[in-house]
């Protein structure tokens, strides 16, 4: 009996590994050479992981491709032919080749790109792009969204972590989304200008382009104003907006688009009337929003007499307001009676709430 049931097992088993579709993950992909190896080498566990914890389907990394199709510099370039393909899926015992390419997109978080082949079709299965943070934890989760996407199952939500910065990574995701919705991918043509040239959003409100770099753009409002950051007198009616980190270290912490998450607690959470500045921003429409300290840094850098003011140059040509040395509010916040503003030479500072200080607005974009 015993014997019997070793047997029934054994065959159990066997049929579930024949269940099992192999995947062959290989290495990370990285043209631009700007992705460390260590965070490359998490990524391509990381979803060697996720697939494997899916059933039915077990992720195999093990897959030297220089030594299976001669091509050394896979790495840098994610070429691999039919055939290569083909020789992967044998050597690996696949039924799927996951190609994912990784590029920088901030000093924390990286873009994933990653597509799943067929190795009898040589065709693509499916495919998923998302933005992820490069710590162990942020980047399992992304991977377990990816795996789901190319698998066809339901993607898992993300998961609140402790880590500040995961909080700010999905909202950067979400962020990225709504810009794209917004401007219908601000503009889909490749005639996106460079930074000090103007954009011309589908809604026809109009900015000047400051900061452009993998994929991602910023603009600012071709007109300003003065307000202040929120009206509360009283001690009892002030505010510490609990999404908006207390960080005094402007220069440091740039983030393109993160003055969206901020603005958008901002707003949501102070009365309506009460927070001049960010409204002001909001009216404009869409996609505008406070920038951050870090990027009205990065606005005033751009605009910096060493590069030829390409801003104010920009604005002057096509009916904007310049931006002078006065200080601007931005959405960043250090404590509950005092936000940042930052000077037109690019210096930080707090400020409270109350006093007035100028306000440009800021428009996130795809290209």
């Known amino acids: ?153 339901s993607v898992p939500a993300r998961t609140e972590q402790r880590n500040p910065h995961s909080a700010q990574a999905t909202a950067k995701v979400a962020q990225q989304q709504q810009t794209a919705a917004a401007n219908n991918d601000a503009s889909q043509n490749s005639t996106v200008g460079e930074v000090g040239s103007v954009i011309v959003f589908p809604d026809r409100s109009r900015g000047i382009i400051f900061y452009k770099d993998y994929g991602v753009g910023l603009a600012v409002s071709m007109d300003e104003t003065e307000a202040a950051w929120h009206t509360a007198v009283k001690r009892k009616e002030r505010k510490d907006i609990p999404q908006i980190p207390n960080n005094e270290d402007a220069a440091k912490s740039f983030r393109a688009g993160i003055g969206a998450e901020y603005t958008n607690a901002i707003v949501s959470q102070l009365p309506a009337g009460t927070a001049p500045a960010a409204e002001w921003c909001v009216r404009h429409g869409m996609g505008w929003y406070l920038p951050s300290a870090g990027e009205l840094v990065q606005l005033f850098r751009a605009n910096d007499k060493q590069t030829g003011s390409k801003i104010n140059m920009g604005l002057m040509r096509n009916g904007g307001t310049k931006l002078d040395g006065s200080w601007y509010w931005s959405s960043s916040e250090i404590d509950v009676k005092e936000a940042i503003n930052v000077s037109g030479s690019g210096r930080d500072s707090g400020e409270e709430k109350i006093n007035p200080a100028k306000v440009r607005a800021v428009r996130a974009f795809n290209y």
């Open 1 to 153: 009996m015993k014997k019997l049931i070793l047997i029934v097992a054994a065959l159990v088993a066997a049929s579930v590994a024949q269940a099992q579709l192999k995947v062959a993950i290989l290495e990370t992909v990285d043209k631009a050479e700007n992705v460390s190896y260590g965070v490359k080498l998490l990524l391509r566990s990381s979803l060697t992981s996720a697939i494997s914890n899916t059933p039915g389907y077990e992720g195999y990394d093990r897959v030297d491709v220089a030594s299976i199709t001669g091509e050394q510099e896979f790495q840098r370039t994610g070429n691999v032919s039919d055939n290569q393909i083909k020789q992967i899926g044998r050597a690996a015992g696949a039924a799927y080749v996951l190609v994912a390419e990784a590029a920088r997109y901030d000093a924390t978080s990286i873009i994933i790109t990653a597509k799943m082949l067929d190795v009898e079709t040589f065709g693509v299965k499916s495919s998923a792009v998302l933005v992820s943070g490069i710590s162990a934890d942020e980047m399992q989760e992304s991977c377990n969204i990816l795996a789901a996407k190319l698998l066809g199952l």
